[in-house]
């Protein structure tokens, strides 16, 4: 049986120090998790595009999309999910940010992530962005 693979999207909104965080509803799969904000990739957009797209419809961020910071690979029981994760500089912390697909956000240090439970590939760059803090 073939795998299929869903691309999806992620930011590393930076602003002051601070990464911002967004926690997931309460129902449904990885359920009141900690996520890096994004989203899939639709036909006929770039990673970059989807991202933009994402931050605005579920942040009400515009965002101009930095550099790449990782491509990993989540495997789970329906196929796999290859998520591109970039950075996102804020030139100032946008107020307010209106959540309309999750129900907390906060501005976190780094130092903070372990703090946080997250959801599936969202821990691989967890773990690299700890591992860099080093």
Request: charged share 25%; glycine share 6%; net charge negative.
């Amino acid at each position: 049986m073939s795998q299929k693979e869903l691309w999806v999207t992620a930011a590393l909104i930076r602003h002051e120090g601070r990464m911002l965080i967004a926690q997931r509803q309460n129902s449904g799969r990885f359920a009141n998790k900690w996520e890096f904000p994004g989203g899939k990739v639709d036909p006929g957009e770039t990673p970059p595009q989807a991202l933009r797209r994402e931050l605005e419809e579920e942040l009400g961020l515009r965002a101009e999309i930095g550099p790449l910071y990782s491509e990993t690979v989540y495997i789970h029981e329906q196929g796999q999910i290859r998520q591109f994760t970039f950075w996102v500089d804020l030139p100032a912390r946008p107020e307010p940010i209106q959540l309309t697909e999750h129900q907390a956000a906060v501005w976190i240090t780094a130092a903070e992530l372990p703090d946080y439970e997250f959801a599936g590939a969202d821990c691989a760059v967890v773990e690299r962005l700890l591992a860099d803090q080093d």
